[in-house]
């Protein structure tokens, strides 16, 4: 069942006090004042001189004036914002409302709490001669300072039962209080979000992030995550996961149409936490393109050849390769050629083998080997034997190297990643 909100508590409590009160002083204006005897008289004359002298009774027995309960509530709310810090002290409920009264200086409101805490009878002897306005006064405080120690008792971990109704501490809030207890930045801020929790009762760690600077967040999390409280968990993507948008944030900006790769195993510093299964604060993760993951895979001797030379082979070199893609190809696609073919080959086949499944849609991003006998010779694509052919060309034969054709490698209209080495003979006319 739902716990009321502090609000709903001290409405309640206002209806409460200023019903008992104003019960109260009818039946005392009733006993001072009991009605007239009914007139026995005959006669007209006596039948009205009865009537008049009863109204003239009835004006002396004056019906007190009700309290004004929204008066009360204004000046109730007023109370219970301006006294949300725990003063010490008194243990009991009861004994907490009453030193709250005294502490705002309306001695009182101390009888009024503690019956509406208890739900005791009401002494109103004081109050009997007291104007509304001042009873709405009276209330208002009283009724702050019973919801105000409710609040204060639950959040030092106790049980409180109003009536049929038990308050307890929530068990995000119990979570929150065993971390307050321990020591080190977390314990601080976990202590800070406890003293300021306004509904202990109904308090979840949701509601406490949402106010939280992201340092401070992620500190908190980390701590919880670390003794398994409020159901935090932590995650941390490690190099070579696809980029995932719902749980990680990237280090810098990505663009929408190129795929993209976590590119370092994720720090502690950095790394996301879930509360049960939604992600509260992703994973803040360095990433870089597919392509280029494929491309500078460790181990493979020409990718890591190519990363050691990336800032003569990639355009803007080094400190832009994490946002290569394959069709923008190399600056000098023909260096890559002082390598062995067996090696070249065994690159090209890796590349096209990895890299095209996840572009399987895109064919403008899909590498193909460069260089089959009957294309159009092109001199950005092709070399035969380090020069170009005069006029038109066809591309005859791949020229062996080590048994090994000598194929180049590009995106369709992009540029390459390695030139072919050909043989061509003239372009056939009007072909």
């Known amino acids: 069942m739902t716990k009321p909100s502090c609000d709903q508590l001290l409405d309640e409590a206002v209806r409460w ?94 009888p009024l709490a503690r019956a509406w805490l208890a739900e005791s009878k009401l002494d109103v002897e004081t109050l009997m001669d007291m104007d509304g306005r001042t009873l709405a ?159 500078s895979r460790a181990g493979c001797a020409v990718g890591e050849a190519i990363v050691e030379r990336a800032d003569n082979l990639i355009a803007g070199g080094r400190a832009k390769a994490a946002s290569w893609r394959a069709p923008w190809g190399f600056t000098f696609p023909e260096d890559l050629r002082g390598l062995p073919e067996t090696l070249l080959d065994g690159w090209r086949q890796r590349l096209i083998a990895e890299l095209n499944p996840r572009y399987r849609d895109r064919p403008e991003r899909q590498l193909v080997l460069v260089g089959h006998p009957g294309e159009a010779f092109e001199s950005s694509m092709e070399t035969e034997d380090g020069r170009s052919p005069v006029g038109d060309a066809v591309v005859s034969e791949v020229v062996l190297r080590d048994g090994v054709p000598q194929y180049g490698l590009a995106c369709p209209g992009g540029s390459p990643l390695l030139l072919a080495v050909v043989r061509t003979s003239p372009a056939r006319s009007g072909a």
């Open 17 to 110: 006090l200023a019903s008992k009160i104003d019960s109260a002083r009818e039946r005392a204006r009733e006993a001072a004042h009991p009605p007239s005897p009914p007139q026995r008289e005959k006669g007209l004359l006596r039948k009205v001189a009865g009537t008049l002298l009863g109204a003239s009774q009835e004006e002396g027995r004056a019906r007190p004036q009700r309290i004004d309960q929204w008066a009360a509530r204004d000046e109730g709310k007023r109370w219970l914002k301006s006294g949300a810090e725990d003063p010490g002290g008194a243990d009991a409920v009861g004994d907490l409302a009453a030193a709250l009264c005294l502490r705002w200086k309306h001695p009182n409101s101390a």
């Open 137 to 295: 006064l009276i209330v208002g405080v009283a009724a702050a300072a019973a919801v105000l120690a409710l609040v204060i008792v639950v959040r030092r971990g106790r049980t409180i039962s109003i009536g049929r109704r038990e308050f307890a501490p929530s068990p995000d809030f119990r979570a929150l209080m065993i971390l307050a207890e321990g020591e080190g930045e977390a314990a601080a801020i976990a202590a800070r979000i406890r003293s300021e929790v306004a509904e202990p009762w109904s308090w979840g760690l949701t509601e406490a992030l949402r106010g939280l600077a992201p340092a401070a967040k992620r500190t908190l999390l980390g701590a919880l995550a670390e003794r398994n409280l409020c159901g935090v968990s932590a995650f941390s993507p490690e190099a070579g996961d696809d980029f995932d948008s719902s749980r990680m944030s990237p280090a810098g900006s990505i663009t929408t149409d190129d795929l993209w790769v976590v590119a370092s195993d994720t720090s502690d510093d950095r790394r996301g936490y879930r509360v049960a299964d939604r992600v509260e604060v992703p994973a803040e993760v360095e990433v870089c393109t597919a392509d280029w993951w494929v491309l």
